[in-house]
């Protein structure tokens, strides 16, 4: 009797570089940069040598216990050693739960609550966390110490006598326990399109954490807007400074550059790093958070005049030119049009900076090249929101009215008319169907069309005549005020963005209080640091200007309530998504 090959399981995200490791097995596949006493080093690997190394360890997950099916936290900071472990989970069928840092704590414990996952791979300070916060402990069988070889970090015996302390192994002392056999390959699990591969969780900036179940089509359908909407080529470099990003590299044929950087802070990030590690390896794609694009620009183009759109060619310190990049990809979070102009100033005439639309649930759904962004700045400066560009290519982009309500089953009747703000929908194949173990959360977010699911975005938008989407805001960050008969609805984006062109202003954030038992709109405003230096700064001239730009604007025209704050809550990965609902509190304290 001959086996029938099941056409319907052949999904596998790390055939890609299986396939790169013999069309081209030298090519280099990953490089790590370090800072080690003053000098800048760097670890590298080829395709051929990470898809070995990748074998090895799933062969040795294997036999340690871990098949196909179980999950696995995995907190390992970016190194050749987080590939090689992220790419053997794949290939042995294990799924790995990848997690923020920055969230916190409490969110990280409930994370580990909800996935219940039945192994923990991790570095030592992630061990040492989940020894002190108990985290997976009712769940976690199997644990793994891992070390970056040369990055400072307790390696060796060290590392062995350490991972018995926890009971567990260390990667070292795993693959010296079960080795492959010479010239033995591992045969990659193959799954359905459908099946689970991976959970990213939610970073919770704008509420709990959620778990998304990411399949094999999810991986696909990105790496193939990556290839046709972004251009993106086998031998290409990219300076990946987002861990889910860089991943894509190798599946890309393209080389990950890993600078020395908290990816979870990009703010953080020493530029002269960046810059290095662009010019050492000529790298074509740089994908930057718009934080790390505000650091770079300022880095970069120190003497950089708002006013006149360009570098001061007076100033001691030259701009430095990034010539051997093609694209920017940036997202995360909008970036400010100022921030994108500077930055531009740093690369090659005809370089765009493409800013990306989406979410973790479902990413990318559109581009915008920074030309064609910069060039609706005055509809954004007068309260038009933020245009994110058209939809790549297999995403659907839909608006519907705004609503807190369940909504089982779609219909094409729910359409609003082009220049309607509500909420965003999205429908394609980098879409996620389910959030994991959150019923009620997928029940809200998600809507049954067919043979497949439509992702309601919680953010708010309109479409134009040409089918650009612009962005308004989240609709938990809208302000509601009146009755239902006449209701007044303001939104954060359009609003604050109309505030935010006074030259005082960083930015600003909208929220609701309560004055004499009625729901009122107020902007907090945060100051420049000009602003905050100037010893003549008049915060009364200030508020006056600001009401006569609310009353210049029918968005905010009812708007006559400011208050300074003196430095916004905002989460540590992009430092643009405003903690509004903290503010709000603040406000309401400042008031009674």
Request: charged share 20%; net charge neutral.
């Amino acid at each position: 009797m001959t086996e029938t090959l099941d056409v319907s399981k052949q999904a596998n995200l790390c055939r890609h570089l299986a396939h790169a490791a013999i069309t081209t097995p030298k090519a280099l596949a990953v490089a790590v940069q370090k800072s080690q006493r003053g000098q800048l080093n760097y670890r590298e690997i080829d395709f051929k040598a990470l898809h070995h190394q990748s074998d090895a360890i799933a062969y040795a997950l294997n036999a340690y216990g871990l098949k196909s099916g179980m999950k696995t936290v995995l907190m390992v900071t970016p190194s050749i050693e987080f590939f090689a472990l992220t790419f053997a989970l794949f290939k042995a069928g294990i799924i790995p739960i990848l997690v923020d840092p920055g969230m916190g704590i409490k969110n990280l414990k409930q994370c580990f609550v909800e996935s219940t996952p039945d192994a923990f791979i991790g570095i030592p300070k992630a061990h040492i966390a989940r020894k002190l916060f108990g985290w997976g402990k009712t769940s976690v069988k199997k644990l793994l110490t891992v070390t970056e070889a040369g990055s400072g970090y307790i390696s060796g015996a060290s590392a062995d006598m350490f991972a018995s302390l926890i009971g567990g192994m260390s990667l070292t002392a795993l693959l010296k326990r079960y080795p492959m056999k010479k010239g033995q390959k591992f045969e990659m699990v193959k799954l359905s399109d459908d099946d689970m591969s991976a959970i990213l969780f939610t970073s919770g900036s704008t509420g709990t954490p959620k778990g998304v179940v990411y399949s094999h089509k999810m991986f696909e359908a990105q790496i193939t807007a990556l290839k046709e909407d972004y251009g993106i080529t086998p031998g290409e470099r990219d300076l990946a400074t987002f861990p889910l990003f860089s991943l894509f590299g190798p599946a890309l044929g393209m080389a990950s550059i890993v600078p020395d950087m908290d990816a979870s802070k990009p703010i953080t990030a020493n530029p002269d790093f960046i810059f290095a590690a662009i010019e050492k390896y000529q790298c074509t794609n740089l994908f930057a958070n718009p934080a790390l694009i505000e650091v770079l620009g300022q880095a970069g183009v120190p003497d950089f005049s708002a006013t006149k759109g360009l570098a001061d060619a007076s100033a001691n310190k030259p701009t430095i030119k990034l010539n051997s990049l093609k694209r920017v990809i940036s997202a995360g979070a909008p970036a400010t049009l100022p921030s994108i102009e500077r930055f531009t100033q740093l690369l090659s005439d005809n370089v765009p900076v493409l800013t990306s639309y989406g979410a973790t649930e479902s990413l990318p759904l559109t581009k915008i090249s920074s030309a064609d962004l910069l060039a609706t700045s005055h509809i954004t400066d007068n309260g038009g929101g933020i245009c994110v560009g058209s939809a790549v290519n297999g995403v659907e982009i839909s608006i519907i009215a705004i609503s807190e309500e369940v909504i089982t089953v779609w219909s094409d009747e729910l359409i609003l008319p082009a220049n309607t703000i509500g909420e965003i929908v999205v429908k394609g194949d980098m879409v996620s169907h389910q959030y994991y173990h959150r019923d009620l959360a997928t029940a809200q977010a998600k809507i049954i069309d067919g043979d497949t699911v439509r992702h309601r975005m919680g953010d708010l938008g309109y479409l134009d005549e040409a089918g650009l989407l612009w962005m308004c805001g989240r609709k938990a960050h809208r302000v509601e005020t009146g009755t239902d008969s006449k209701r007044n609805t303001f939104f954060s984006i359009p609003c604050e963005r109309i505030f935010n062109t006074h030259s005082a202003v960083k930015r600003s954030a909208l929220v609701a209080v309560t004055i004499y038992q009625k729901s009122v709109p107020l902007l907090c405003i945060e100051l420049t640091e000009e602003a905050k230096q100037d010893e003549n700064f008049d915060g009364t001239a200030l508020f006056s200007a600001l009401k006569g730009l609310a009353l210049a604007h029918k968005q905010t025209s009812a708007i006559s309530h400011f208050l300074i704050h003196e430095d916004f809550p905002v989460d540590i990965r992009h430092n643009a998504k405003i903690f509004r609902e903290k503010l709000a509190v603040w406000a309401q304290d400042e008031l009674d």
